[in-house]
Structures are given as C-alpha cells and as structure tokens.
C-alpha cells in the first residue's frame, strides 16, 4: 500500500484530461491518493488515471462551488487543489479578439481565484494546500503573449497575497517553460525555438507534488529559468535589452 505525504489525501485536479494536469493525475494516483480530475474533455478525462472524474469548464464561475462540493460530497473531506486549467495565446494584441481575452482572463485567472475562495474553508485542516501553475512568462512577460503574461502574473500575486492571508495553508506556484504538450497547438502559434527545449509534462508534476508536500513557495522548471525571472525582476531594463537581443 503507497505510503508518504499523498497517500489518503483527496486532491482536485483541474485542466486534468491532458498535459500537466494529467501527470499530476498520474502522479498522485500512483502515490495512494484520491484524485478527482476536473476538465472539458470528457473523453480525455476517461483516460486519466483517478479515482473519479467530473467533466466541467472552470470559464463558468459556478464551476467552483461545483468541483468543491462535487469533492466534498463524494469523499466527504478536501486536502488539496491543484489549479493547472489554462489556456494560451499568441500573436499582435491589437489583432486579438475580444472574446478570447476575456476567455484568457476567465480560465486563467478568475477561475482559479473563484477556486481557492471556494476551497478555502475545506483546506483548513492540517496539511492544506493550494497549488496554481502559473508559468514563466507570468515572471518575465512574454512580447506577442501580453494578455497571457498578465494573467499568469496576477496568478502570482494572488497566491504571494493569499499566503499572508491564509497562514495555516500552503499556498505554491509552479512555474514552468516551454512543456511538451499540446498547449501550443491551441495558442495560435507553434513552438519553434531550438532553445529551451521543451519540458515533459512530468518533470512539472514532480514539482508540483514537491510543492503539496511543503516545498518551496515558489518553484521554476527547468530550474535555471528562475535566473532570468530572477534578473527581470531586479534589474527590468537589462533584462529587457537582453531578451530582445537573444529572443
């Protein structure tokens, strides 16, 4: 019988049916806890490791009080949550479609602050935790990806506030770079640098369980990325020069 920080936790999953989401499905399964997966695709979700399933769309904001009570009511307790629903775009912002900025600022903000509000009291008991991923273009800003880079910017700030607010729960961020899913075939533009190769959706999993398990607040993958998040927040303007030189 798996033993450690996750065994017999209840943990919700959202942006479950595939990529990152999925690998902390599969994770958390195999470490002994009880995962419900939350996400669109009902289809995709079939095929996720978990104890249980619930097809929803996190853009409705009834969709938290629903994922919280569904949680709730099926196991009677939540330990934790894992906010990994997100959803990317690219190109000239003053081309982008109204809709889908709001559909930006809805997924990937709102929802998973709707999220914790609901969660909140439930992960009261010891060993409580929120984890949202965020991404690396959230600690830099991303030219030609702006409404996304803000999104996940505020994610930050959220959970850097909620933090001091909510003491007695953890409360962490993954960030990560480019990942080896299928998000940039659904962002308008396909990942084409040579560097930084993208990631397995896996090695951001592993983050995210070290983060339910106590780690640090704040964790970026592929780990020497932290360096020019690192810069872009003390020195702006190097940075600035330097992306735009390398980019």
Known sequence: MPTGPYAGRVVLVTGASRG????????????????????????????????STLATDVADPAAADLLVGTAL????????????????????????????ITELVDVNLRAPILLARAALPALTRPG?????????????????????????????????????????????????????????DTRGVPYERAFPRPIPPETVAAAVLAALAGGPARQVRPRWLALPARLSATAPRTYRALARRFS
């Open 128 to 184: 409580g935790a929120l984890v949202f991923l965020t991404s690396i273009a959230g600690l830099v800003g991303v030219p030609g990806e702006t409404v996304y880079s803000v999104t996940k910017a505020g994610l930050e700030t959220f959970a850097e506030l909620l933090r001091e607010e909510a003491p007695g729960i953890t409360v962490a961020t993954v960030a990560p770079g480019a990942v080896r899913t299928g998000f940039f």
């Open 20 to 51: 990152i989401g999925a690998a902390v499905c599969a994770a958390l399964t195999e470490r002994g806890a009880t995962v419900l997966a939350a996400g669109r695709d009902t289809a995709a979700l079939a095929r996720v490791p978990s104890a």
């Open 73 to 100: 009511g099926r196991y009677g307790r939540l330990d934790a949550v894992v906010a990994s629903a997100g959803l990317g775009w690219a190109g000239d912002f003053a081309a982008m479609d109204p809709a889908k």
